[in-house]
Structures are given as C-alpha cells and as structure tokens.
C-alpha cells in the first residue's frame, strides 16, 4: 500500500534514497516517521508494518538476533533511534558502479575546451541529456551548439600540432651544434687509440719519424674539424693582405676574442698544406680536459700560466727539442693572454690603465700584449724560424642595432651557423725586422696590436657604410674543398662505428675514455 503522502514531500537526491524509509522501534512496532525524520512506514490494521512499496519489515530488524540486514535491535539503539531504511531503499541506496561519464575534449592551443580559451579541466559545457535506455553509459550533447564547438576544438587541436611542429623544428635547428660536437668528441678515443698504437710502436724509432706520423694523424682529426666549421656551417672566408701558400717556420700572433680563434689558425695552416704542423701555446688550465689536455702537450703544445708563475726554462727545452728533431713548427700564440670582451668592461679598462701607466697607446677593440711568451719562442728559435704572422681577425656579424660591438660567437654559436663572415688579415714580417732585446721587442709588439687596433676600428667604427664590415684593400674568398676534410670525416667516424658495434669495441671505448683520461690527469701533474 502506497503512503499517502505526495512525491512532493519527500526528500530528493542521494539523501532522499537513503532516509525515505527507516525503521523506528516503538513498543515493537513500526510508526510511520515525519518526511523530516525519513520515510513513511505505514502500520497496518493487523498490525503489520509495510513499507512504502507494499513490502514487509526485513526479518530480524527488531528482534534480537540478525536478520538479513545483520543488525541487532540494540545496534539500531546505538545510533540514536533513527533506524535504518527499508530493503527497497536500500537496493536504492546502494552505490553505483558507474558513474555519469564527464565528456571532455583534448586541450587546444587557446585552452581547454572551445576555442578562444574554454574552461578548466573537468568543466562541462553546453547542453547534455542523460544516457538514453539504448547505450549505456554514453553521455551525448545535443546537437546545434555543442556540435560547433566540437569542429572548432577540432580545428584548434591542428592548430596545436601545427604550432608544435614549427616549435620543434626552431628547437632542432637551434641545435645544430650537436651534431658536430657528438661527432668530434665521440672520435676522440679512437684517435687517442691509433696515436697511443703509434707511440709504442715508435718507442725505438727516431723522433723525426714518429713526429712526422703524428703530425699526419694531427692533420687527419684537424681535417675533420675544419668540415664541420668550414663546410658544414658554410662561411665565407675573406682573407686579406699577404697570402702565403708555401710550408714555413713561423709563429703566428693574432687577436684573442672568441674560443674559435684556435680554428682560423687552422684555416690558414690548410691552405698551406701545414695543418699538421700547428702546435698552440695554451693557458695552464686546458691541460685538464679529459683526452686533449694530454695530448696536445704531446704534439707540441706548451701549457703556459698567465701570472708570474710563467716558467720560461720549460718553455725553452721544450722548443729546443723540437728544433733539434726537425720538427716543423707552426706556433700559435694569442699575446693579450685572455679573449677580447665588449661586456667585460673592468678587464678592458684594467688593460687600458696599464698601457697608459707604461707610456703605450691606448688600444680599443684589443687588448694590451703580453710580451714573456713571444720572446721567449722568438728568442729561442729566432735562427729556426722563417718568418712571424701578424694576423688580425674580425667576425662579421658582431655589432649590435645601435652600432656598438658586441661578443664574438662561440664555438656552440658558429657551429649553429651564426656567422656568416670571417675577415682575416695577414701581414708576413721577416725574422730580420724583429728586434731581439726584450724592452725593444715589447714596444714593436705593441705597435702591431696598434695596426691591429686601427684595422678594427675601420671594420667597427668607420662611418663610411660602404668601408664598415670589412678590412682596407682587396679581398680574396677562399673555399676550402670537401677532398681536403671529408675523406677524414669518413676515416675517423667508421672507425668510431665499427668500435661501436661490437660489445668488445664498446667496452674499449669506454676504457678509453675513464682510463685515458685518468692517465693524462695524472701524466700532466706529474710533468708540472
């Protein structure tokens, strides 16, 4: 039998379904409860209690023992008297297994949801109906509005993919350098192998053979270098003033400003056929890089320290040694001992402070020279030498919108393709126009850095358009071809593969790594 009482009045929902029925214990019989209290148990006039759908009061509900619903009598008393609904409401009240599915869409480059930025996660927009009888669980929105914003979400989600695609695209090309880095420093250990074969096998040769093998796997790795900063990047290389192309003894003087200054020495060492003879004077503190740091003190390299602590006698056996096994010497030295900045504005003004309190010209786009490492190789090989390069390089490509210059690229940067231009001038000066003495020597080399100075000024600061960017006199670019650097790429990356592709080879290239670079830590500080 149905309560008398209205849909209406009774409680909706969740709350609804569990309290619209309920047991109360009243001298053992079911009362009917206030819509506020729960639900209508309707007492018979036999006497039997029913519930709001004509069914009986489960057994054991008010007895002492349990009964289907496992609750005692005195358990219903423990909860205040407010009983517990009916087994019809109970079915109801139980909880579902599925819930109502939130539709929501992929996120679109504007937000989440419809174009134009959408909701918050979760959000549910536009019109819904409940699930229909036909699908379950399929929350459908109406047609019209709805079905707009899903082509436009549609559109956007392409957009999306579009705008990530360009994004990864910039990213890649942004990284371009790592390529050529991954290439050159996954080659190491197999050239630092073939050179340590050639070292033993030599042990019992004379020195000028085994110099010369080692300045032509020099010039095999060098070769490969200068495909990725030559080739690969494509920069045009303007060389002006005296173009030497025959093989002599020299030491090579250039401005210092950017880490690849090391590699414009090789860009002109290549074009006369001298690529394996370039051996570099070094701050003390390359001498620690894991592989290189070893072997470039082997190869001829001089580790010399910036301060006070410049050990000369070192510096003089080594060079004489060389002379004395013929070596061919293409010296390398960068007399400001530290690069050119524009930013560093203290290290500038400290330079332009000590030229001034020694009587010297005040210099703008170089530094002020230092003149122990010059006279010491000059001096020492004064009679093995040819000739001294006085050479001045210029980065196209380095002044800012405002005019002013601005820091040279890196080695990172120039291999992304950063800059399009080198400008390189090149005086030859004759070992006879070179004064011997220390104190007269100093103030030539000074002057050098001044028509250093002077060339830069011109290629910075000049307020003709058509003489900024590039050097006084006529140009020549030079290209170098692939026959000279891409057979080396070819001979040292196979060489790296096949290593690579058997678990023996790659347990050797790896040994080579940690090990090699333990034993040149530990060989340079025993030598220092």
């Given at each position: 039998?149905?309560?008398?009482?209205?849909?209406?009045?009774?409680?909706?929902?969740?709350?609804?379904?569990?309290?619209?029925?309920?047991?109360?214990?009243?001298?053992?019989?079911?009362?009917?409860?206030?819509?506020?209290?729960?639900?209508?148990?309707?007492?018979?006039?036999?006497?039997?209690?029913?519930?709001?759908?004509?069914?009986?009061?489960?057994?054991?509900?008010?007895?002492?023992?349990?009964?289907?619903?496992?609750?005692?009598?005195?358990?219903?008393?423990?909860?205040?008297?407010?009983?517990?609904?009916?087994?019809?409401?109970?079915?109801?009240?139980?909880?579902?297994?599925?819930?109502?599915?939130?539709?929501?869409?992929?996120?679109?480059?504007?937000?989440?949801?419809?174009?134009?930025?959408?909701?918050?996660?979760?959000?549910?927009?536009?019109?819904?109906?409940?699930?229909?009888?036909?699908?379950?669980?399929?929350?459908?929105?109406?047609?019209?509005?709805?079905?707009?914003?899903?082509?436009?979400?549609?559109?956007?989600?392409?957009?999306?993919?579009?705008?990530?695609?360009?994004?990864?695209?910039?990213?890649?090309?942004?990284?371009?350098?790592?390529?050529?880095?991954?290439?050159?420093?996954?080659?190491?250990?197999?050239?630092?192998?073939?050179?340590?074969?050639?070292?033993?096998?030599?042990?019992?040769?004379?020195?000028?053979?085994?110099?010369?093998?080692?300045?032509?796997?020099?010039?095999?790795?060098?070769?490969?270098?200068?495909?990725?900063?030559?080739?690969?990047?494509?920069?045009?290389?303007?060389?002006?003033?005296?173009?030497?192309?025959?093989?002599?003894?020299?030491?090579?003087?250039?401005?210092?400003?950017?880490?690849?200054?090391?590699?414009?020495?090789?860009?002109?060492?290549?074009?006369?056929?001298?690529?394996?003879?370039?051996?570099?004077?070094?701050?003390?503190?390359?001498?620690?890089?894991?592989?290189?740091?070893?072997?470039?003190?082997?190869?001829?390299?001089?580790?010399?320290?910036?301060?006070?602590?410049?050990?000369?006698?070192?510096?003089?056996?080594?060079?004489?040694?060389?002379?004395?096994?013929?070596?061919?010497?293409?010296?390398?030295?960068?007399?400001?001992?530290?690069?050119?900045?524009?930013?560093?504005?203290?290290?500038?003004?400290?330079?332009?402070?000590?030229?001034?309190?020694?009587?010297?010209?005040?210099?703008?786009?170089?530094?002020?020279p230092r003149i122990k490492a010059t006279h010491v190789a000059f001096d020492s090989m004064k009679n093995y030498l040819d000739a001294i390069y006085d050479v001045t390089v210029a980065f196209e490509g380095t002044v800012d919108d405002k005019g002013q210059r601005k820091e040279a690229p890196s080695m990172a940067e120039f291999l992304c393709k950063e800059c399009p231009k080198i400008h390189i001038h090149i005086d030859r000066i004759d070992k006879k126009d070179v004064p011997e003495e220390q104190a007269y020597m100093r103030r030539w080399l000074h002057e050098r850095?001044?028509?250093?100075?002077?060339?830069?000024?011109?290629?910075?600061?000049?307020?003709?358009?058509?003489?900024?960017?590039?050097?006084?006199?006529?140009?020549?670019?030079?290209?170098?071809?692939?026959?000279?650097?891409?057979?080396?790429?070819?001979?040292?990356?196979?060489?790296?593969?096949?290593?690579?592709?058997?678990?023996?080879?790659?347990?050797?290239?790896?040994?080579?790594?940690?090990?090699?670079?333990?034993?040149?830590?530990?060989?340079?500080?025993?030598?220092?």
């Amino acid at each position: 039998m149905r309560s008398g009482r209205s849909r209406a009045a009774r409680p909706s929902g969740r709350q609804g379904r569990l309290r619209c029925h309920a047991l109360d214990q009243s001298g053992g019989a079911l009362v009917p409860r206030s819509p506020a209290r729960g639900g209508p148990w309707q007492p018979q006039a036999n006497g039997a209690a029913r519930c709001c759908r004509g069914a009986p009061p489960p057994a054991g509900a008010l007895g002492d023992g349990r009964g289907s619903w496992g609750v005692s009598a005195a358990e219903l008393g423990s909860v205040g008297g407010r009983g517990l609904p009916c087994a019809c409401a109970r079915a109801r009240a139980r909880p579902r297994t599925r819930g109502p599915r939130v539709v929501r869409r992929r996120r679109g480059p504007c937000g989440w949801g419809r174009r134009g930025g959408g909701g918050r996660p979760g959000e549910q927009r536009g019109r819904r109906r409940r699930r229909g009888p036909g699908r379950p669980g399929d929350w459908r929105r109406r047609r019209g509005a709805g079905s707009g914003r899903r082509r436009r979400g549609a559109g956007g989600g392409v957009r999306a993919a579009g705008r990530m695609l360009l994004s990864l695209v910039l990213h890649m090309y942004s990284m371009r350098c790592v390529l050529p880095a991954a290439v050159l420093l996954g080659s190491a250990p197999t050239y630092v192998l073939a050179w340590g074969a050639w070292r033993l096998l030599s042990a019992f040769l004379p020195a000028r053979l085994y110099q010369a093998v080692d300045d032509r796997l020099y010039c095999v790795y060098q070769s490969m270098v200068l495909f990725f900063f030559e080739n690969y990047t494509g920069v045009q290389i303007l060389l002006y003033g005296d173009l030497p192309k025959n093989k002599e003894n020299i030491i090579y003087l250039a401005n210092h400003q950017s880490t690849v200054d090391w590699i414009i020495a090789d860009i002109l060492a290549v074009r006369q056929n001298a690529l394996g003879h370039v051996r570099y004077v070094l701050k003390d503190g390359l001498k620690w890089l894991p592989l290189y740091g070893c072997y470039f003190s082997q190869h001829g390299g001089i580790y010399v320290k910036r301060s006070a602590k410049f050990n000369e006698k070192e510096m003089r056996s080594k060079l004489q040694s060389y002379m004395n096994a013929g070596t061919p010497m293409y010296l390398v030295i960068f007399p400001e001992g530290t690069r050119y900045n524009p930013e560093l504005t203290k290290v500038i003004s400290a330079s332009q402070t000590f030229a001034a309190q020694e009587g010297f010209a005040v210099l703008k786009h170089v530094l002020t020279p230092r003149i122990k490492a010059t006279h010491v190789a000059f001096d020492s090989m004064k009679n093995y030498l040819d000739a001294i390069y006085d050479v001045t390089v210029a980065f196209e490509g380095t002044v800012d919108d405002k005019g002013q210059r601005k820091e040279a690229p890196s080695m990172a940067e120039f291999l992304c393709k950063e800059c399009p231009k080198i400008h390189i001038h090149i005086d030859r000066i004759d070992k006879k126009d070179v004064p011997e003495e220390q104190a007269y020597m100093r103030r030539w080399l000074h002057e050098r850095f001044e028509i250093k100075d002077k060339l830069l000024i011109e290629f910075y600061d000049s307020l003709d358009p058509e003489r900024r960017n590039k050097f006084p006199g006529e140009s020549v670019n030079s290209k170098l071809s692939l026959k000279k650097t891409l057979p080396s790429l070819l001979i040292l990356s196979g060489l790296t593969a096949g290593m690579l592709m058997t678990e023996a080879g790659r347990k050797l290239y790896v040994r080579t790594w940690i090990y090699g670079t333990l034993i040149g830590c530990l060989w340079v500080s025993i030598k220092a």
